[in-house]
């Protein structure tokens, strides 16, 4: 049947099942190849992507649970303050090996630094746990996600 | 190694004088011996082609703009190679990085050499002949230039992509001199002229990965993500029984299911009727309009198989199997020096243990997926494979076409560590597309991906150490049990003769026992070292305590002097050949950097434990700092690694990355993971029964380089082996017990 969601900012309708995940609406009905299949079982966090900002596991979110919640993927985060701050970031710290989880290790790095500009070691860790990285580049996930959150804090102080 | 440039205004096709070629040549005594070599080349031009403003060959395009294209010709994997070879081309070309633009290459061996991703060897293999190919185009450039201004080539000088002639104050970009240099003669890459290292500008700077802001805004990059006008999408179940057979399925119901395109079995016996694993396997493909169709179609299918002749094997059946060998003779011996068994008896202190390890699997984190397009008996791939030359072999062998019709499309791939050195789900995927006329993307679940791998092999080793009064090692012993698949050792389950202790203790065997084994196996990360490593360095440090010696000094000593042991075939080769003094000062820098002198103050269930391990041409010593937990939870604190990988570090921060994810990969395997046998089958089918290491988990990773005089070498897998023992080692120190199975049993560990 029929569905309408809204995806990064954007009304999208598309005509699935509604037990279809969410991931495969996003890569093979509306061409978002950025969030990423990993387990299939909510397990790795390559798929994160935002409802309303709540990071979730859309290969484990049927398109008939999202209604009208916002849907916010890697593909949007450069019009987001916060999400482009960790973009800059990863790249500065040149984060990535194969590159293949980064998109959910971003996504849930957003939610976490816009509900909690500083997070602490063990929040990260918190926030973190659920996106693996199989080339295991955390201590640069970690490092650019405190970097993002120092750049947060000077572009606020300069205002 | 191909051309550097060449004039394509008439697009003629590359003779095969105008190439070079990159060969490695097989040493005598097994392994690789690599070489570059580099054949005459008749001529390499470039060019800009009028118009179009660019010169198409091999490696290099300069642009009237000044933009330079760089080709990268190697699959990319994480290992950065996309962005470390045009590093040593650009470098010697002397051109500004940032006008450097980075194009993949496609599978084209003719023109770029061998094209692979595997043994840490892109580095030596790669790293003298391209900053030959950067050199030779700098030379034709500077020579346009000279020729123009009618001045001798040596007045001239080159920097950031412009020649200058200071005396005249003149000077040209080489955007203005690519035409006319391109039709220049082509100098002799064995005799041009390098640049002295210190003065490099890009090579040993940090460069970030080409491929960074697509990746981090999540654009299309990875096999996963090909997208092929008219595609359709495939699943295939095989058996769970390795080289088991289709005896019947359910098709029409299949076929039935609404957006369902085609269902059928596949018979792969005619194809490949050796039963190679490496090869096509029989299964069910059902091909959809989308993937989550063709996966919820594959919920209703219903198979019945044969599962073939190794249904019956288990772990739990190895491990009894290989106690009991061990109770006998070793079948044969690698090597058998002196007389162990008499040392033995006569020793002050003997010890004995019994080690083991299991089946691993590659757990990529993209699944295994190929596109393909089977169309009049050509076939075009998109394919994330690490071996993409074998792989159009294995298609053009499959289908019964030549490897001349097949077109291999690079993409970036999401995590290789050896799976995809086998090109299984391409064979698999062009088979799908011919069947179904239509282009195939087809995609691996995790089950498939976990339940269909080529396992690192399972071992088990039986040592023996004996130790004279003063505690100095005097006789060793190992009988190996491990597989064979026919009359072969299984694959990647071999060791080698040379294997440390070889040649440093006067009485020493390696024997040999063998199972018969129906599970695939393969390379998985540092090879056979990523075991050997952990059983050895374990024992070792087991009889550095029984000598009553710190584990760094016991080591020490049995290093000794400062040689070379030549490998005991007798014929030098560089990967087996193990220079005693170039360990010798990466235990003592991490010894060092690591404060190993204090261990001792340490809280009480905390430890330092240190491993060392040549591989892959890599001298690495790693110390690792645990924490044990009186529930047994093992915490990893700290590790620091020194290495020796030559004379230059290329891209500094994509070593570091490397070093750090190996270490951290090898402790993620040693902490979680294990693939268990049984019924001829995988047991484990996703992350929650295979751990990887996850955040809170990972420790920070101290990563020490030793500049020294040798060539410089890989990284992708050196710092993985010791990484293993050395965590085992520091659970030692802080616990008292020791780990002689892995993965890490956390009750064993228990207050």
Known sequence: MPYTIAVNGQKRTIDVDGDMPLLWVLRDELDLKGSKFGCGAGLCGACTVHLDGEPVRSCSTPISSVGDAAVSTIEGMSADPVGKKLQAAWMELDVPQCGYCQAGQIMSATALLTKNPHPTDREIDAAMTGNVCRCATYTRIRAAIKKAASLRTAATEVK | ?751
Not at chain 2, 314 to 336: D, M, Q
Not at chain 2, 603 to 618: D, E, N, V
Not at chain 2, 708 to 722: I, N, V
């Open chain 2, 1 to 751: 190694m191909a051309a550097l440039l060449t004039a394509t205004r008439d697009r003629a096709p590359f003779s095969a004088s105008r190439r070079a070629f990159l060969k490695a040549s097989a040493a005598v005594g097994g392994g690789l011996l690599l070489q570059a070599t580099l054949a005459p080349l008749a001529r390499v031009a470039m060019a800009a082609a009028a118009g179009e403003g660019l010169s198409v060959n091999a490696f290099i395009r300069i642009a009237p703009d000044n933009i330079v294209t760089i080709l990268s010709k190697n699959p990319e994997i994480g290992q950065g190679i996309k962005t470390m070879l045009p590093m040593v081309i650009a470098e010697e070309l002397d051109v500004e990085w940032k006008n450097v633009r980075i194009e993949q290459a496609p599978l084209d061996e003719a023109k770029f050499g061998r094209q692979f991703a595997g043994g840490s060897q892109a580095t030596p293999l790669n790293y003298d002949p391209l900053r030959r190919v950067g050199a030779a185009g700098r030379q034709m450039l500077v020579t346009a230039a000279a020729q123009g201004w009618n001045v001798p080539v040596g007045e001239c000088r080159t920097e950031a992509g412009v020649v200058h002639h200071d005396k005249s104050g003149r000077s040209l970009a080489y955007g203005a001199l690519a035409e006319t240099a391109a039709a220049l003669p082509v100098p002799d890459l064995a005799s041009v002229t390098l640049k002295d290292p210190k003065t490099f500008k890009i090579i040993g700077q940090r460069m970030p990965g080409v491929d960074n802001p697509k990746i981090v805004t999540g654009q299309p990059l990875f096999g996963i993500d090909v997208a092929v006008p008219g595609m359709l999408h495939a699943v295939f179940q095989k058996c769970p029984v390795f080289g088991g057979t289709v005896k019947s399925a359910n098709i029409d119901a299949l076929k039935a299911l609404p957006g369902v395109h085609d269902a059928f079995i596949v018979r792969a016996k005619e194809a490949n009727p050796s039963g190679d694993p490496q090869g096509l396997a029989d299964g069910v493909a059902i091909v959809a309009k989308s993937w989550w169709v063709a996966s919820q179609a594959r919920e209703k299918l219903e198979v019945i198989w044969d599962e073939g002749a190794t249904a019956e094997q288990s772990s739990e059946g190895f491990a009894a199997t290989a106690a009991k060998l061990n109770e006998g003779a070793p079948a044969s011996y690698l090597r058998r020096d002196g007389d162990v068994a008499t040392a033995l008896k006569s020793a002050a202190h003997v010890v004995e243990a019994a080690y083991s390890y299991p089946f691993l699997s590659h757990i990529d984190l993209e699944p295994q997926n190929c596109t393909a397009h089977y169309q009049d008996g050509k076939v075009t791939f998109w394919a994330p494979t690490q071996l993409p030359g074998p792989g159009a072999a294995l298609v053009a062998k499959t289908l019964g076409i030549s490897t001349g019709d097949i077109t291999v499309n690079m993409t970036r791939i999401g995590g290789g560590f050896g799976r995809r050195l086998r090109n299984d789900f391409m064979a698999e995927a062009a088979w799908i597309s011919r069947q179904v006329g239509a282009p195939v993307k087809l995609l691996w679940n995790r089950r498939d991906d976990m339940q269909h791998d080529f396992y690192r092999p399972a071992g088990f080793h039986f040592f023996k150490g004996g130790l004279d009064k003063s505690g100095k090692l005097v006789a060793f012993s190992d009988h190996f049990v491990t597989f064979k698949r026919g009359n072969a050792l299984a694959d990647s389950a071999m060791m080698d003769a040379n294997e440390f202790p070889a040649q440093l203790v006067p009485h020493l065997d390696y024997g040999q026992s063998t199972m018969a084994l129906g599970v695939p196996t393969g390379p998985l990360r540092a090879p056979r070292s990523n075991a050997l490593g952990f059983v050895f360095q374990s024992f070792i440090d087991e009889l550095a305590h029984k000598a009553g010696k710190d584990p760094l000094a016991f080591r020490l000593a049995i290093l000794g002097e400062r040689r070379v042991l030549v490998n005991s075939s007798g014929t030098p080769n560089a990967l087996r050949d193990f220079d005693t003094g170039r360990m010798h000062d990466v235990l003592v820098r991490v010894a060092e950097v690591s404060s190993w002198a204090h261990r001792r103050s340490l809280p009480k269930r905390t430890g330092k434990g240190i491993a060392f391990y040549f591989s892959h041409l890599g001298y690495f010593a790693e110390v690792v700092q645990a924490t044990v937990t009186p529930a047994g939870e093992v915490k990893l604190d700290h590790v620091w690694i020194a290495a020796d990988v030559g004379s230059q570090i290329i891209n500094p921060s994509g070593a570091e990355n490397q070093v750090q994810g190996a270490a951290l990969d090898g402790l993620g395997a040693a902490l979680g993971q294990a693939i268990t046998i049984d019924r001829g089958r995988v047991v484990q089918a996703n992350f929650d029964t295979v751990k990887p290491l996850r955040m809170e988990q990972a420790p920070p990773v101290e990563v020490h380089f030793l500049t020294t005089a040798h060539p410089p070498t890989g990284l992708g897998e050196p710092a993985l082996p010791p990484v293993i023992p050395a965590l085992c080692n520091a659970i030692f120190a802080a616990t008292g017990k020791r780990v002689r199975s892995l993965p890490i049993d956390s009750a064993m560990l228990k207050v």
